[in-house]
């Protein structure tokens, strides 16, 4: 891949990829983080996390040597939550805590 | 009470650890007189030692404080130890 | 202290670089309103010449909230949220939970505002949107939190725009701590004769170590709270209710247990505050009221943490009979790892855990972090003076913003004491903003020299924060022997700091004028 190509893809996965990487994962971390003593940690984690969660997939996409192993994360965390998610409305598609 | 004390046992070491800046030293022309890494490394782990206090004693106020008023006296000291002495900046001009 | 590979090291600097030029000037405002906002209460107070400092919570309370459940219509009884507005006087919001047209929830009810005595000064109807806004009495505090919460743009997109500049300055940390490689080495090393480049480096470098670890807390609590209701929780709901914020809500912050509506007498809330504040050894700061006239009713009694902890403190009672329930965490139930993380985002943010001398340090370091922003925007500017492609006009506007700022912000408190005796602090305290920030905007395009922009919007600030104390006196604020009788230092405290801060500047100015024939210097804040 071209140094340009690869500059564009870093931008790709800083920038808008970051964002909607951040946002899965917030969203599929409801589906899998322990509940917790008080049932609400797979809630209140991904909510006060999101800010770290975006400032790392940032990092990672700047500073990673290899462009395609940043792809692979990022790629990989979107699918995997995204699916989590997708998993949940297709089970239960008025998804509560209390049905769970 | 235990917040203001740690960060006067802290900025104690803070002072002396201005004072024997290596780096500091060299800009500011004061010659020799730094400590040794060594003696550093262990000063700077001492004037962390209160925040360990408050932290094991689990008074996170205290540990909050004590990091936020140490950050604050290291400023002050940085700026302090570096005021332009009269004496030694007399006939200099800024370099703008 | 880390060694990124070069080309590592140069991306770092052009991210910490360019998020901080594009966002610097915003994320400014966003600090410096912060920091004020730290003593907003105190400014409160100190503004509108408040003296009484029992609380609304110390005097009886349940005749009054009786009288109002009595003249609120029952649709409104889900919710009382009772509250201290103006000199210590008692609020009163009668509410039911809603969805709007957007589906988002809302509270909808009646907001009473009473005097000292108890009685209804003004009743407001509405959402909570529409009745919360500012008061006369506190205009001026709501006008700095208002500006540093959202930078006065609606909902949501000032909330937007503050989030993404707690994420900028989460980054500028993040990418500092990269570059540098130095960073202890160089802690304590401030030149004075080098190049301009260098002394601005030091300057930015040496402050921005020190207040490392707090950029970065309140860089993230700061996001935190921005993009909590506009994204956050609408994404959680979607991913684990379907949507519901309500059931979101109701699971992290409710109370669960049967619920039993049949109709039954309130207990005494004079007997349930007089008990939450022998357990806690403070009076409440906010209490809710759910479910009203139902054998199923609730009380909750918010209180300052306790000596040591950080986390407030939140006591349940049972409403129909008065009786103590338990001590339950601000977050969930019962006790969590992700309650308590999320229960101290508020005390990180605010600083307001240990009283004053938690807010002092806060302050302070809030004043730390504007002056590394400020520096920072020096440095990049001062490293590409002479490029082709001028800055000038940059150079100018950081200063205008970076100095105008605090000028306009003294203005306006100094409208608000004329304008508060009239009532119409409401308009006057954000025009008077706006009219000294285009005094300052005036300034930079006429003004030929920066320096002597710089030095008069600085002569402007102090002259005007001398005239503070006065004006507030003149216009009929308490004296100081009034206020401390009455038990109020923090009228003379502010009063004090207005005069010496304000002192100083104006003095260090006039001096530099009338000083011999040194080449004046480009001063930047008064830290210096």
């Given amino acids: ?73 990022a790629t990989g965390l979107l699918v995997v939550h995204g699916g989590l998610v997708a998993q949940a409305f297709l089970n239960n598609p008025a998804a509560t805590e209390a049905a769970r | ?72 006296a290291g400023w002050a000291t940085a700026s302090w130890f570096a005021r332009p002495d009269p004496a030694r900046s007399a006939g200099r001009t800024r370099n703008l | 202290m880390i060694h990124l590979p070069r080309d590592e090291t140069k991306l770092m600097v052009a991210v910490h670089g360019w998020s901080g030029i594009l966002l610097g000037l915003l994320l400014y ?67 039911r939970d809603e969805v709007d047209a957007a ?66 300055m989460l980054v500028a940390a993040i990418s500092g701590l990269l570059i540098h490689r130095h960073l202890l080495k160089d802690i304590f090393t401030l030149r004075r004769n080098a190049s301009r480049v260098l002394v601005d480096r030091d300057r930015h470098s040496v402050a921005g170590t020190w207040s490392l670890p707090f950029a970065f807390v309140l860089a993230f609590t700061g996001s935190f709270f921005s993009f909590y209701g506009t994204v956050g929780v609408p994404i959680v709901a979607m991913a684990a209710f379907g949507g519901d914020v309500q059931a979101l809500n109701e699971t992290v912050f409710g109370n669960p247990g049967k619920p039993d509506p049949r109709p039954a007498a309130m207990g005494s809330l004079d007997r349930i505050v007089g008990d939450a504040i022998r357990r806690t050894g403070g009076d409440p700061t906010f209490i809710v009221i759910e479910g009203i006239g139902r054998a199923d009713a609730r009380v909750t009694t918010y209180h300052n943490p306790g000596p040591g902890d950080v986390e407030p ?25 992700g ?60 200063s205008t913003v970076g100095l105008g700022l605090p000028f306009a912000l003294v203005v306006s408190a100094a409208a608000f004491l004329i304008a508060m005796p009239q009532g119409s602090a409401v308009f006057w305290t954000p025009a008077a903003f706006l009219i000294a920030s285009a005094g300052a905007i005036v300034g930079a395009i006429a003004i030929p020299s920066r320096d002597m922009l710089d030095r008069a919007l600085q002569f402007g600030t102090g002259v005007t924060m001398l005239l503070l104390p006065l004006l507030r006196l003149i216009l009929g604020g308490p004296t100081w022997s009034a206020a401390i009788a009455a038990g109020q230092p923090v009228i003379v405290g502010l009063d004090l700091a207005f005069l010496v801060a304000g002192g100083w500047m104006a003095w260090r100015i006039a001096r530099e004028r009338i000083g011999s024939g040194a080449v004046p210097v480009a001063t930047l804040m008064p830290a210096e």
């Fill in chain 1, 1 to 73: 891949m071209g140094r340009s190509a690869e500059k564009w893809v870093r931008i790709l996965f800083a920038g808008p990829g970051a964002i909607i990487v951040a946002v899965a994962v917030m969203a599929g971390m409801t589906r899998w983080v322990p509940r917790g003593a008080a049932g609400i940690d797979n809630l209140v984690l991904p909510l006060v996390l999101a800010p770290l969660i975006w400032a790392g997939l940032f990092f990672h996409a700047c500073l990673d040597r290899s462009v395609a192993r940043i792809a692979f994360i």
């Fill in chain 2, 1 to 72: 009470m235990l917040a203001l004390a740690s960060i006067v046992f802290s900025w104690a070491l803070i002072i002396a650890l201005c004072l024997g800046d290596p780096k500091r030293r060299r800009a500011q022309r004061l010659g020799s007189g730094g400590q040794s890494a060594a003696i550093r490394r262990g000063m700077a782990a001492s004037a962390c030692l209160p925040g360990l206090l408050c932290a094991l004693l689990g008074d996170a106020s205290a540990f909050l404080i004590w990091l936020g008023g140490s950050g604050l």
């Fill in chain 3, 29 to 95: 405002a966003v600090i410096l309103t912060g920091t004020t906002a730290v003593f907003a209460s105190e400014i409160g107070s100190w503004s509108a010449g408040h003296v009484r400092t029992e609380s609304a919570f110390s005097r009886p309370l349940d005749g009054i909230v009786r009288g109002l459940a009595a003249r609120t219509p029952a649709k409104y009884h889900d919710g009382v949220n009772l509250f201290e507005i103006g000199d210590h006087e008692l609020g009163a919001y009668f509410h």
């Fill in chain 3, 103 to 168: 589906g988002m929830p809302v509270s909808r009810g009646i907001y009473y505002q009473l005097d000292g005595q108890g009685r209804v000064v003004k009743a407001l109807h509405g959402t909570d949107e529409e009745v919360f806004g500012p008061r006369n009495d506190d205009a001026l505090s709501s006008f700095l939190v208002d500006t540093h919460v959202r930078l006065h743009l609606p909902n949501p997109w000032g909330l937007l725009l503050t989030g993404i500049l707690g994420l900028a």
């Fill in chain 3, 313 to 337: 403190l939140t006591l349940l009672y049972r409403g129909a009979t008065g009786a103590f329930d338990r001590i339950k965490p601000s977050v969930g139930t019962r006790p969590s790892a």
């Fill in chain 3, 339 to 398: 309650g308590t993380l999320a229960a101290v985002m508020s005390p990180m943010h605010f600083g307001n855990f240990a009283g004053l001398l938690s807010k002092a340090v806060w302050f302070a370091l809030g004043f730390a972090m504007c002056y590394v922003t400020l520096t920072g925007l020096r440095l990049w500017l001062v490293r590409r003076r002479g490029d082709t492609g001028s800055f000038e006009w940059l150079d100018r506007t950081v």
